[in-house]
C-alpha cells in the first residue's frame, strides 16, 4: 500500500463550479499535510500547508485534514480556467522529513 | 517567494553518455536539496536527499553509483546521470530548503531527459 493515495482523475469542470480534490494516507505518524500546485512541464508550487487536524483557508482555497480518517482535502471556490493543473497532495512526519507524495488529479476548468 | 533554478530544462542524449543536470537556489542558501523523479501521470518519487558537504542519502532502489549527487555549495547541487539508458528517460525535479528547522521545499521547474 502506498504511502498516500490520490486519484488521478481527470477532473473536468466548468468555471465558478467548486472543485473538491481528495487524499488518503496510511501512516497515522503523518503530522504535515500538504497541497502542490503543478502546470504541466514545470516543478511543483506549494498551495496549502497543514498541520495535524483542522481547515485551513487562503483565499479561494480551503484545505482539509481528518486524522481520525486519514483524510486529506482540498476545496477550490469558484473555479478558474487558470486553476487547470495538476494537484499533488503530500504528507510527512515531520517539519524535517521527506515529503510523501500522491499522484496527483490533473483538473481541467473550462469557460 | 525563494527561487529554485534547473539548468538545463530540456536535454535528449545518445544511450551510454553521461548527462548533468544543475539545481540552484537563487536568493537563499538551501543546506538540504532533493532530488525527485517523475514519470508522466505518476507522483513525484524521492531520489536522494543531499546535505551540502557531505554525502547525499539515496532513498532505497535508487543506484548511487549511477545517479551521482554532489552539493559543494549552499546553492548549488549536481545530479549526474552516468551511462544513462533509455529507461532513464524521465522529468526529474529538485527542490532545496532554506537552513535548519525550516520545513518548506521550494521545486525547481524540472528537467526533462530523454535517453535515446
Known amino acids: 500500500q502506498k504511502e498516500v493515495e490520490q486519484d488521478p482523475g481527470p477532473l473536468s469542470v466548468p468555471e465558478g463550479a467548486i472543485v473538491s480534490l481528495n487524499c488518503t494516507y496510511s501512516?497515522?505518524?503523518?503530522?504535515?499535510f500538504m497541497w502542490y500546485r503543478q502546470y504541466s512541464r514545470k516543478g511543483p508550487e506549494l498551495l496549502m500547508y497543514t498541520y495535524s487536524s483542522g481547515n485551513k483557508e487562503d483565499g479561494r482555497f480551503t484545505a482539509q485534514v481528518d486524522k481520525s480518517s486519514k483524510y486529506i482535502s482540498l476545496f477550490i471556490r469558484d473555479s478558474q480556467p487558470s486553476d487547470s493543473a495538476t494537484y499533488l497532495c503530500a504528507s510527512s512526519r515531520s517539519t524535517l522529513g521527506r515529503l510523501y507524495f500522491g499522484r496527483g488529479t490533473q483538473l481541467t476548468v473550462w469557460p | 517567494g525563494a527561487v529554485v533554478s534547473q539548468h538545463p530544462s530540456r536535454v535528449i542524449c545518445k544511450s551510454g553518455t553521461s548527462v548533468k543536470i544543475e539545481c540552484r537556489s537563487l536568493d537563499f542558501q538551501a543546506t538540504t536539496m532533493f532530488w525527485y523523479r517523475q514519470f508522466p501521470k505518476q507522483s513525484l518519487m524521492l531520489m536522494a536527499t543531499?546535505?551540502?558537504?557531505?554525502?547525499?542519502?539515496?532513498e532505497q532502489g535508487v543506484e548511487k553509483d549511477k545517479f551521482l549527487i554532489n552539493h559543494a555549495s549552499l546553492t548549488l547541487s549536481t545530479l549526474t546521470v552516468t551511462s544513462a539508458h533509455p529507461e532513464d528517460s524521465s522529468f526529474y525535479i529538485c527542490s532545496a530548503r532554506e537552513g535548519e528547522g525550516t520545513d518548506t521545499q521550494y521545486f525547481g521547474p524540472g528537467t526533462r531527459l530523454t535517453v535515446l
Open positions: 543531499s546535505n551540502e558537504g557531505s554525502k547525499a542519502t539515496y
Open positions: 501512516n497515522s505518524a503523518f503530522q504535515y
